[in-house]
């Protein structure tokens, strides 16, 4: 699915001396790479304070935990995303309200939302899905009316810009209150283990963040509030600030084989193309509203499991993301919900299926792989 080996070699003779310095002077924690790379990252994304972490996950808990939310508050998310999301709503006690999402760009569906807000509710956090913002300028308008906070779930969009109606860019992640993503290594920006950032334009939530990162210190061995212990660790920022310059390349790279794939695909029927909402109709190479994170199809008819089996036993890698809505996962199961609500989802796990995505896919791989699709498709 990912090439992180073609990657590597390509960018090892930056890569490795950044390593080096820091081990040669062990500065395996806090050390100056990581300052460098949360400036840098700062400039990248126009955005105030990036507040590195352990990983993506952690982000999105620090991002909740730093807003204050309290136990009973409600939370609503996506059904079709990743459990990392819903897992630490539920971590911190928060009640998750799962929501329906679109059928055409698998994000958050906005009516879904409004019909979701209670009295208790205290926060939105659309997942950026597959690499492509979720209706921010809805949400935010949402959240304005009914006093809520947006935490963006931006893992999977780093580099992506969202446009408004009135068409002004601003990086994904930097929109809501606060942002959390994740230099997972397989993510648009990987590091060589696991990583995480927060995002946000507000002061006071970046200060009391820093210290919540930091075991709740805002004073060396004061701890005011209850914190954790999730740093970026040198090493893993040498790696990010190495590649940092490279990303909008290698979004590039994934949206030109995304548009390969659409190519290919154009005339086939039972299969459907992913397709772009935010300001642009198309695969646009100037708005980089899409970072493809996953290349995902939707197969109609023929069966899905069959297609995968399929392409399993010609050597091509195929992902099923996700093959659960999160409303029928044992643990967040919840006798309020209605199967009804969740129509779209409980359709799309059956149909997705997401191909090989990667800055290092050349187009005889495209070829082989599309091929082999269509074949199997038309029977
Ligand atoms: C990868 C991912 C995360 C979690 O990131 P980790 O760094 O693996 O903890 C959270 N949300 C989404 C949507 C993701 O894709």
Known sequence: MVDLKGQYNDIKNVVNPAIQEVIETTTFINGPKVHQFQKNLEQYLSVKHVIPCANGTDALQIAMMGLGLKPGDEVITADFTFAATVEVIALLQLTPVLVDVNEDDFNINIEAVKKAITSKTKAIVPVHLFGQCANMEAIMEIAKEHNLFVIEDNAQAIGANYTYKNGRKVKAGTIGNVGATSFFPSKNLGCYGDGGAI???DDDLAHIIRGIVNHGMYERYHHDVVGVNSRLDSIQAAVLD???PLLDGYNNARRNAAKKYNEAFKNIENIV???????CDGICDTCDCHVFHQYTLKIKVTNRDALVKHLNENDIPCGVYYP???????????????????????????EVISLPMHTELDDEQIQFITSTIIKFING
């Open 242 to 244: 190495a590649k940092l």
């Open 273 to 279: 193309t992913p397709i772009t909402v935010n300001g």
């Open 199 to 201: 995002f946000t334009n």
């Open 324 to 350: 659960i809505p999160l409303h029928k996962q044992k643990a967040y199961l919840d006798n309020r919900y209605n199967e009804a609500d969740f129509a779209v989802t409980n359709q799309l796990v059956k």
